[in-house]
């Protein structure tokens, strides 16, 4: 036999198919959770940071571009500090954002929890009520009610919430029909424990990471929504600073200055990208399959 021959190394070993990976957070969560955390911050520090007076203006200093001399972002019809108003608007935007999920998610799980354990008649009474809400669309239904209620932040969060909780409940009914089928809620039916108990012990765990999963990505929906409310004059009340008002501001100006009507947009746009970005994350987080070689 041929010493120069090749010989197969049989030292390292292979590892076998189907082994648990070291898992790693998936880069799409530490990319959301780092833009997500920047804006969360920016609206904390608001206070501290040396800005302008966001609601205080110049018509000296009107429609300045950016980069001028003192505004970085250049100034709005009024000569308000366009960056400061920025930077201020984050708090109202996030507050948007977090308040009517967070409401609609209670609200949205309970319903689907209940509708999903209580029987076929419980369920369809419970769903056919929601469906009534989306026989309408949501934009225009979350501007009846907002108008209904008149302008301001706490409108504003109260005709969001009504628009998201059946979309949520929808998801939690969903996920309880898939948990029913499962051996274990088998068992504890069979154990005699009431449904609350197997609501809290064994459904709720269940449903957490898919509905927060889509929790997190409504999140930059509400923001969204909630910015072109008030820029149709039913979000927060002027001259407070608020992305969607701020489009309202600048956009009588749009050909006498349309660079400054692109900043409140952008902001939108990065802070809706941001949680969505969050909730593929989350979502690549939870699937337990993914840390599985093939």
């Known amino acids: 036999m041929d010493d120069t021959s090749p010989t197969r190394d049989t030292t390292t070993p292979r590892p076998p198919r189907g082994r648990l990976q070291r898992h790693r957070l998936p880069a799409a969560l530490v990319a959301g959770a780092l833009m997500t955390l920047a804006l969360v911050l920016t609206a904390v520090l608001a206070p501290l940071l040396p800005l302008p007076d966001p609601d205080t203006g110049s018509l000296a200093q009107r429609l300045l571009p950016p980069g001028s001399a003192g505004h970085l972002l250049g100034t709005d019809g009024q000569g308000r500090d366009l960056l400061s108003r920025l930077v201020w608007g984050t708090q109202p935007s996030l507050v948007v954002g977090f308040l009517p999920v967070m409401v609609a998610g209670i609200i949205g799980t309970v319903l689907g929890i209940v509708a999903g354990l209580g029987g076929r008649g419980l369920e369809n009474a419970v769903m056919r009520s929601l469906d009534v809400l989306f026989a309408f669309p949501a934009v225009l239904l979350a501007i009846s009610i907002a108008a209904s209620l008149g302008a301001g932040l706490t409108s504003l969060i109260i005709a969001l919430s009504v628009i998201l909780v059946p979309a949520v409940a929808r998801v939690v009914v969903t996920e309880v029909a898939r948990l029913r089928e499962l051996d274990f809620m088998q068992a504890a039916q069979a154990s005699g424990a009431t449904w609350p ?8 765990p269940g449903i957490v ?23 149709l004059g039913l979000g927060v009340a ?57």
């Open 238 to 294: 002027p001259p407070r600073a608020e992305w969607g008002a701020m489009l309202d501001d600048v956009r009588q100006h749009i050909f006498v200055a349309p660079l400054l009507t692109l900043i409140p947009a952008v902001a939108i746009f990065l802070a809706s990208v941001a949680f969505n970005v969050l909730g593929e994350g989350l979502r690549r987080h939870f699937d337990v399959r993914s840390r599985y070689t093939v």
């Open 209 to 231: 990471p898919p509905v927060t999963v889509y929790c997190s990505a409504l999140v930059g929906l509400s923001i969204v929504l909630g910015a072109g409310l008030s820029f």
């Open 197 to 204: 108990t197997i609501a809290l012990r064994h459904v709720l």
